[in-house]
């Protein structure tokens, strides 16, 4: 007898397929200087097309000084970081960067970690390894990274109901006082583009003693007087035990951080696997994102300009009776409800329109939500945004997709989250 490994990983597969969401990706190249162009390979021939679902949310990915430095650093220092941080990789920049971040976020220290993903999950699980007994008190949207972290920490998980306050309360009043708790939250939710109340978390976190981590990885640049983020915005940063961002959204680069009290920061620093047993970014990197947050950070006009551009379109789909959940953010969801008619959407948008915006399906959200998860950014003009109405009325029309919005509440629940 012998084990069927194919048979296994094409079951797997198939059932993705059966289920009408196996994932299928845009082979696309951005041109730096002309964004939001970008050249599309996936079909038989390449065509340009405009980008309206990325996640470089303020177009610093070819901002020409970023570039520049980019450059520099490798001239000066080559390409790889050498080594892990304890072993030969931290180079002067990832110090001088960490500085930037804490400053940011008016925190004590920072830590650096290659990606969002990598901060969330090395510092949930090692905090939950570091507090003995320790409970975690998770909102039911929080992302992969965070509910991953918290899984292998091994802490008591506690989900609370979507920026639920009274559901937080009513948990953490159930909650033995004398066991560390700790409070894990988004502050802009991605797909419904909503925010959390931090005031009432902190305040809650205050009353039964527990700390807060907040992910601002969908506000970092775009928030706040300085760019760090909601909490910036709302002067709640001191507040906040930790913050956690990243380099990879607003910023236009790659890499993750956290922010908060020295010992803390040391405490991940010296425990967590995710950051001890990897190598440290590249000079290249760590200096693109340094001169990004540097400008981002002193550029309050390109956050206005953003939130004009996101006013702009939310205004012009609403004109068109096309079914566009309001929104108090940058993020533009056009709803569907329906996984097929979502992918046909996308399908005709990029082939008829040359416009990219790819679907979202369950279980990233609830089933019968089922949407497009537009990203206006500052480099997309007025024609652009007229040109993109225009495509989407044809699309709706054409699909006979429905323009009414689908009931949020009853959906809810569904998603594999917290
Ligand atoms: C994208 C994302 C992350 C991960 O950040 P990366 O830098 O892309 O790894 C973490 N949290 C949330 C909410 C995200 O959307």
Sequence with gaps: MSVDYDAY?????????????????????????????????????????????????????????VMAAMHNAIDEMGTGAGGTRNISGTHHLIVALEEELSNLHKKEAALLFTSGYISNETTLSTLS????????????????????????????????????????????????????????????????????????????????????????????????EGGGGIADRDNLMQQVDIIEGTLAKAFGMMGGYITGKRNLVDAVRSFGAGFIFTTSLPPAIVAGALESVRQVRANHQLRSQHQARANDLKEKLRAANLPVLITDTHIVPLMVGDASACKAA?????????????????????????????????????????????????????????????????????????
């Design 346 to 418: 996308s399908d005709r948008l990029l082939t008829k329109h040359h416009i990219y915006i790819q679907p979202i399906n369950y279980p990233t959200v609830p089933r019968g939500t089922e949407r497009l998860r537009i990203t206006p950014s500052p480099l997309h003009d007025e024609e652009m945004t007229n040109a993109l109405v225009a495509a989407l009325e044809e699309t709706w029309t054409h699909l006979n997709i429905t323009r009414t919005l689908p009931d949020m509440a009853a959906s809810e629940g569904q998603q594999a989250g917290g």
């Design 9 to 65: 990983l094409d079951d797997a597969l198939h059932s993705l397929h059966e289920e009408g969401r196996y994932r299928v990706f845009t082979s696309l190249a951005r041109k730096a200087g002309q964004f939001p162009r970008a050249i599309n390979y996936s079909g038989d021939t390449s065509q340009e097309i405009i980008v309206w679902c990325s996640n470089d949310y303020l177009g610093m990915g070819q901002n020409q000084d």
């Design 129 to 224: 390894r570091l507090l003995p007994d320790c409970l975690i008190l998770s909102d039911a949207l929080n992302h992969a990274s965070m509910i991953e972290g918290i899984k292998h920490g091994g802490a008591t998980k506690l989900i609370w109901r979507h920026n639920d306050i009274a559901h937080l309360e009513q948990l953490l009043s159930e909650c033995d006082t004398t066991r560390p708790k700790l409070i894990a939250f988004e502050s802009i939710y991605s797909m419904d583009g909503d925010i959390a109340p931090i005031a009432e978390i902190c305040a809650l976190a205050k009353k039964y003693d527990a700390m807060t981590y907040l992910d601002e990885v969908h506000a970092v640049g775009m928030y706040g």
